[in-house]
């Protein structure tokens, strides 16, 4: 497999199936033509060719910098294009090589309950770099912005002629082992002690890696006491990284920790009018609010959503609308829901209305298990494929017509009741984001 099907390949999961059958997949790589400096692209067809273009030359292009460690101009061309003159972009910047992503910035970033103190820090750190919060440690689950955010601080200083690393643990234990083997490790040193930022994504793959974790101990040192900034992120607290050295537990914690949560349901509504305003698609407040209801926290997710919705919509021209929504996401939902089970969905309610979840399931009649036990009774049934007979086994009723009235009371609330339908839509948001 050449460079190219393997920049092809790292792409594929970033993006929907269906755009990688359908538009991705039809590219073919000329590996005689290409050089280090350049990768060409063929395409089918105008229309595969110039969507390709607009959507991802500009993330192929970050791959083959990811991958090759040196910056590639992609040219995405018709196979039979009568241009044999590619000219080659040539960068006057002399900045320190980084890989930084520069679609990510401050200015695109979505800022909510959930991440605003992360931001904050982020922000802060890049205005007075080395001086406030360093290190700065970022911490939470994947695809909420970690890295965006780490990046965004990194174009900042890249952009007042800084010398900047970005990198992760796995390219730079490969750097490391590559400089080991070729007996240059002053070289190494040199690079990752020298630069003015050093930006490392996920740390927590530092873990049981002795080695490396003594070589990164001494650059933190040699970093840290010349002031320059340290921006790290990873999946949980520098407490809980198992198999990590106590010392360089301890340096992680010396500066400001901040984490980042799944985004609650408004922040997830002002990302996906966000990325329909970047990616001009055109949705109505119901379908926004759909879909925000009905996913996952995952940022990268709403962006596939959205590419996979324009996509069908412009392929069979269609208009999105609510149902025509529903029906392209129906099995994506099913699979995020597969984990879901009765129990999860209880305890959730349970845990958010400070209620026992034995309550819940109990003979219990008074006014808060009642309506506890309506909303998990109606979650459960939106949120899972269990038949209303198999509801009424769980919650101990007497058959499935209790459901079936129960069901009727709730759809009645949330007509009349636009708190009670604002809750039903934060639990399903939370529950689904746990899931």
Known sequence: MNIGQEVL???????????YNRYIKQLIYDAKKSTSDLAIFYAPNALVNNWIKSKYSEKIAHLFEVKSGSKVSVKITLKNSTDKRIKLQKTEQKLQHSLLNPSHTFDNFMVG?????????????????GEVYNPLFIYGGVGLGKTHLMQSAGNVFQNQGKSVIYTSVEQFLNDFIRHVRNK??????????KCDVLLIDDIQFLSNKEGIQEEFFHTFEALKGSGKQIILTADKHPKKIGGLEKRLQSRFEWGLVADIQPPELETKIAIIKKKCEINKVKLSNDII???????ESNVREIEGILSKLHAYSQLMHIDIDLAFTKNV???QLQENRANLTLDVITNNVAKDLNIKPTEIRSKGRSKNLVYARRISIYLCRELTQNTMPQLAQYFGMKDHTAI???LKKINELMKNDEDFKVK????TNKITSVS
Not at 116 to 123: E, H, L, M, P, R
């Open 9 to 19: 390949e790292l792409l594929k999961e970033e993006i929907t199936e269906v755009q």
């Open 329 to 331: 996401l129906k099995d």
């Open 404 to 406: 079936s009235h129960t």
């Open 289 to 295: 609010n759909y879909i925000a209801t009905v996913i």
């Open 184 to 193: 240059t490790m002053p070289s190494f040193q040199e690079k990752y002690r």
């Open 424 to 427: 039903i839509e934060e639990l």
């Open 113 to 129: 309950g959930s991440n605003q103190f992360a931001y904050a820090a982020v922000k802060s750190v890049s205005e007075s770099p």
